[in-house]
């Protein structure tokens, strides 16, 4: 799991609510991303960003929400518009290292969110 | 658009068989590909990844991987399988030409290796 961590590792939401997902980094990496995992289904990107105050939508970024205020940190909030969330939420970084440079992607621990 | 398959959801193989976990890609450049493993509530770690030269890429535990531009796969391997090994493992891809993006995965295999 390297120098990225995610808290928490189990994350109990009710419905109606909003809950924020930490994730840090230490490996002084540009690049942060957050995947969601669903059994049989891969990882699913929802949100990344490449440099400080910019970040893009990924193919599932509808009920989330992200910033990115710091180089080594990147939270992600789930709201109450999130029709789905009970998930195992993955956190990756990586460097940017322009074209033709390999941005091995570095895994966080994970957190596992359930909606009661 | 890129994408990755993996054929297989489970591979079943014998302590001490060699094994083979399948993966195919279709990106629209050249493609970086990488293997991750992942235990059980855990994250991914990182095994593996393809950046040029040789096609026969070694890793961490014994695996290695081969790319084969022609039939655009990169398998996993390795030559005895250990019950330790049993896990979850993802495949995936990005063109070389976009630093910074993310992996595009595929669904993942599951291996279980029995003693």
């Known amino acids: 799991d390297g120098g990225i961590t995610q808290s928490p590792k189990y994350l109990f939401r009710k419905e109606g609510q909003n809950v924020t997902l930490s994730c840090e980094q230490n490996?002084?990496?540009?690049?942060m991303y957050w995947y969601r995992q669903d059994p049989g289904q891969g990882l699913r990107l929802i949100y990344y960003?490449?440099?400080?105050?910019?970040?893009q939508k990924g193919d599932i970024a509808e009920g989330y929400s992200v910033s990115r205020e710091k180089k080594e940190s990147f939270p992600l909030t789930v709201t109450s518009a999130q029709k789905n969330p009970t998930a195992f939420y993955l956190c990756a970084s990586s460097i940017v290292g322009g074209q033709g440079a390999t941005d091995t992607q570095y895994f966080g621990p994970g957190t596992r969110l359930t909606v009661l | 658009a890129q994408s990755v398959a993996q054929p297989e959801d489970q591979v079943n193989v014998a302590e001490g068989n060699p094994l083979t976990v399948k993966c195919t890609y279709s990106v629209s450049g050249n493609p970086y590909l990488f293997w991750y493993v992942q235990y059980p509530n855990r994250g991914l770690q990182f095994l593996l990844k393809y950046i040029t030269g040789d096609n026969l890429v070694k890793g961490s535990y014994g695996f290695e991987a081969e790319f084969n531009k022609s039939q655009t796969s990169f398998h996993l391997k390795k030559p005895s399988a250990l019950v330790s090994d049993s896990a979850l493992y993802f495949c995936a891809v990005r063109d070389r030409n976009q630093a910074g993006t993310a992996l595009i995965f595929g669904k993942g295999t599951t291996l279980s290796v029995s003693s």
């Open positions: 490996l002084n990496h540009d690049a």
């Open positions: 960003s490449q440099i400080v105050n910019d970040f």
